[in-house]
């Protein structure tokens, strides 16, 4: 498997912003989904933010209007910019690429951290 690699954690404080990067450290052809997840202590890792390779993206409810993905296609890399953090918001963010039908590809997880 070829890791992906995840950076831009950290701690802030609330109202604060964040941008986590993620970029594969080998080459992987033609991603169709990239995105970011998050797991909290004691929940299930869920979808933050998901975009596909023409630019089509797709928020989690919880964080549309404060945060925003984009990716550079011919860098297969992805971008997460968090704003507005709340410590709800705290949570190891995981990288993850897709390739149609059923690959997936991860990354070792950046923690965030939200106080107040």
């Known amino acids: 498997q070829v890791p992906l690699v995840e950076s831009g954690g950290g701690l802030v404080q609330a109202g604060g912003s964040l941008r986590l990067s993620c970029a594969p450290s080998?080459?992987?052809?033609?991603?169709?989904?990239m995105g970011w997840y998050r797991q909290a202590p004691g929940k299930q890792r869920e979808l933050v933010a998901s975009i596909r390779s023409g630019g089509s993206a797709n928020y989690a409810d919880s964080v549309k209007g404060r945060c925003t993905i984009s990716r550079d296609n011919a860098k297969n890399t992805v971008y997460l910019q968090m704003n507005s953090l709340k410590p709800e918001d705290t949570a190891v963010y995981y990288c993850n690429a897709h390739i149609w039908p059923r690959t997936d590809y991860w990354g070792q997880g950046t923690q965030v951290t939200v106080s107040l």
């Open positions: 080998g080459n992987i052809a033609s991603i169709n989904v």
